[in-house]
């Protein structure tokens, strides 16, 4: 299965949120390199089958600096075909900031637009996400499981 996880930080929390899961996954059997969204071209994501975006929001609503690349090519974009793409997204925010996991937020909508599938809804966590994740990164588990055996 191609299946990688990307993330976008700028503090370093996404960061370790997806080699977390990461380690989850491959746990349960599954190859899941986990690259820094700045040194993956975004290009490469017409090829990919499964991914999972972990992303902070920075500023007001904006992408990490090592996202911002992956997030134009999809926001301008005059059309892109992701219809192999399975994806799930977690954003990182805080909810003090009122946009917050906008960065999440719309690295699910360009990808939905562009007809990539969700594989489980997004996860929008807040400063406690060690608490949040946890039942998530379980479905996805399951879901790409489920995956396998079609």
Known sequence: MNLTIVYGTQSGN?????????????????CAPVLDMGEVDP????????VVIVT????????????????????????????QLHYAVIGLGD???????????????????WGAHAMLNRLDCDLYY???YPEWVNELIEVLKNDLQE
């Not at 290009?43 to 499964?50: A, N």
């Open 14 to 30: 996404a960061r370790n949120l997806a080699h977390v899961i990461g380690e989850s996954l491959e746990a349960h059997g599954f």
């Open 43 to 50: 290009e490469e994501i017409l090829s990919m089958k499964h």
């Open 56 to 83: 902070s929001t920075y500023g007001d609503g904006e992408p990490p600096d090592n996202a911002s690349e992956w997030m134009s090519f999809l926001k301008f974009a005059e059309e892109l075909n992701l219809n």
């Open 95 to 113: 909810p003090y900031y009122p946009h917050f996991c906008q960065c999440g937020k719309d690295f699910d909508h360009y990808l939905s637009k």
């Open 130 to 132: 060690e608490e949040q």
